[in-house]
T-cell receptor, first 112, second 115 residues
């Protein structure tokens, strides 16, 4: 079953603008991760945020986590055409067996 | 290090046949997970193997099975194929005891089409 729900489902912006994607989930988590997928290819890991963290940065990426609202956001600053892809959030419930539950993703289009 | 490799990349089968997909994890990674991606259901967890043992299984029928070998390579098998099995099958590996233990590295996937 899908735990994460990304919002919006699709986003179109101009190059240089910022893109914000949101993710909501239903159960308690150990950590939340964001992945990027280009045109039906494999997933690329972007960033992981643990349940006891509130914000994390990596290059042009900024992720926030609000466990009280069971939600996360991914901000991509100064977007580039190469950022065009689908973005998925994935949650991991436990520290033992490692099963990721993915949302349906946000399709981002960055127009040059 | 070489990334996760999956073979074959594309596969066309007919209903009722069976198929075996292969995954070679990143060297040193002992955990391998499989996911199915379809337009309707999105990304769904199939199973995870660690040191040749299945540690967790998703909500899929028994037609879906897998195994892991002593060199950590993994195979998944789907028997009696149905049209709905058409999907991108993704394999991911991780190093549970390494610094990036929580990060899963995905392969390019095998695109299975069932006719």
């Amino acid at each position: 079953s899908q735990q994460g729900e990304e919002d919006p489902q699709a986003l179109s912006i101009q190059e240089g603008e910022n893109a914000t994607m949101n993710c909501s989930y239903k159960t308690s988590i150990n950590n939340l991760q964001w992945y990027r997928q280009n045109s039906g290819r494999g997933l690329v890991h972007l960033i992981l945020i643990r349940s006891n963290e509130r914000e994390k940065h990596s290059g042009r990426l900024r992720v926030t986590l609000d466990t009280s609202k069971k939600s996360s956001s991914l901000l991509i600053t100064a977007s580039r055409a190469a950022d065009t892809a689908s973005y998925f959030c994935a949650t991991a419930a436990g520290a033992g067996s490692y099963q990721l539950t993915f949302g349906k993703g946000t399709k981002l289009s960055v127009i040059p | 290090k070489a990334g996760v490799t999956q073979t074959p990349r594309y596969l066309i089968k007919t209903r009722g046949q069976q198929v075996t997909l292969s995954c070679s994890p990143i060297s040193g990674h002992r955990s391998v997970s499989w996911y199915q991606q379809t337009p309707g259901q999105g990304l769904q967890f199939l199973f995870e193997y660690f040191s040749e043992t299945q540690r967790n299984k998703g909500n899929f029928p028994g037609r879906f099975s897998g195994r892991q070998f002593s060199n950590s390579r993994s195979e998944m098998n789907v028997s009696t194929l149905e049209l709905g099995d058409s999907a991108l099958y993704l394999c991911a590996s991780r190093d549970p005891v390494g610094q990036s233990g929580n990060e899963q590295f995905f392969g390019p996937g095998t695109r299975l089409t069932v006719l």
